[in-house]
C-alpha cells in the first residue's frame, strides 16, 4: 500500500525531553512538509523540504528541527525549546510543482505532561 | 490579521441540507485554491482544488471562486451524516521558495444530524 505513516500515534513526553516523531512515505514524493494543528488555528506549516538534503523554516520553526537524508524520510524533533508542544502533528508529501496534491500521514499526538 | 480567516463554527445542518462554507483571504498572490475534509483524530484529505474565478463542480461538491473579493466557498448539496468533519480552506501561489507551501485557514466543523 503506498501511503504516509507517522508514529507513534500518540506520544507522551515529560517537559524538557526533546521528542522525535517519525514521518515515512513510499509515494516517491521530493516534497515533505510538518505542520501542527492546534484547536481553532488550522494547520501552521513548522518545516518543509523540497529535496533531500534541504529544507526551509515554515511559519512556527522555534523550538523544532528537521532533516531530510532520505527521500522517504523527514522526521521532526521537539526539543525543550518549543514552549507549547503539546499539539497534533501532521506530515504531508507531494511531487514538486504548484498544482501537486499535498497527501496528508494519520498524526501523532503529542502531549507534554 | 490573519492572511486567511475562516468561520470555524461549529455549523449543525439536518440531513439534505445545502452546506455553504466559506473562506476570505487578504494577499491577492493567491492564485490557487483547495478544500480539504478532516475527520476526527484523522489527517486531512483533498476534496477540491481550482485556480481561476468560477465554480468548480464534482459530485455533490462545488468550490467557488471570486478572486476580485478575495472569496472562496465551499457548497455541498444533500447533505449527509458521512460529511460530518472539519473543513479547511488552503491557497498557494506561484514562485521561487514558496513553491507548495500552503497557506490554511482555521477550519470549519460540520455536523449533519440525520
Known amino acids: 500500500d503506498g501511503g504516509i505513516t507517522q508514529s507513534p500515534k500518540y506520544l507522551f513526553r515529560k517537559e524538557g525531553q526533546n521528542v522525535t516523531l517519525s514521518c515515512e512515505q513510499n509515494?516517491?514524493?521530493?516534497?515533505m512538509y510538518w505542520y501542527r494543528q492546534d484547536p481553532g488555528q488550522g494547520l501552521r506549516l513548522i518545516y518543509y523540504?523540497?529535496?533531500?538534503?534541504?529544507?526551509q523554516k515554515g511559519d512556527i520553526a522555534e523550538g523544532y528541527s528537521v532533516s531530510r537524508e532520505k527521500k522517504e524520510s523527514f522526521p521532526l524533533t521537539v526539543t525543550s525549546a518549543q514552549k507549547n508542544p503539546t499539539a497534533f502533528y501532521l506530515c504531508?508529501?507531494?511531487?514538486?510543482?504548484?498544482?501537486?496534491?499535498?497527501?496528508f500521514g494519520p498524526g501523532t499526538r503529542l502531549t507534554v505532561l | 490579521q490573519k492572511e486567511v480567516e475562516q468561520d470555524p463554527g461549529p455549523l449543525s445542518v439536518p440531513e439534505g441540507a445545502i452546506v455553504s462554507l466559506n473562506c476570505t483571504y487578504s494577499?491577492?498572490?493567491?492564485?490557487?485554491f483547495m478544500w480539504y475534509r478532516q475527520y476526527s483524530r484523522k489527517g486531512p484529505e483533498l476534496l477540491m482544488y481550482?485556480?481561476?474565478?468560477g465554480n468548480k463542480e464534482d459530485g455533490r461538491f462545488t468550490a467557488q471562486v471570486d478572486k476580485s473579493s478575495k472569496y472562496i466557498s465551499l457548497f455541498i448539496r444533500d447533505s449527509q451524516p458521512s460529511d460530518s468533519a472539519t473543513y479547511l480552506c488552503?491557497?498557494?501561489?506561484?514562485?521561487?521558495?514558496?513553491?507548495?507551501?500552503?497557506?490554511f485557514g482555521q477550519g470549519t466543523i460540520l455536523t449533519v444530524h440525520p
Open positions: 504531508a508529501s507531494s511531487f514538486r510543482g504548484i498544482h501537486n496534491e499535498q497527501f
Open positions: 509515494l516517491n514524493h521530493d516534497a
Open positions: 523540504s523540497q529535496i533531500v538534503n534541504d529544507f
Open positions: 494577499n491577492s498572490a493567491f492564485q490557487y
Open positions: 481550482t485556480y481561476s474565478s
Open positions: 488552503a491557497m498557494t501561489w506561484a514562485g521561487g521558495t514558496s513553491y507548495g507551501k500552503l497557506t
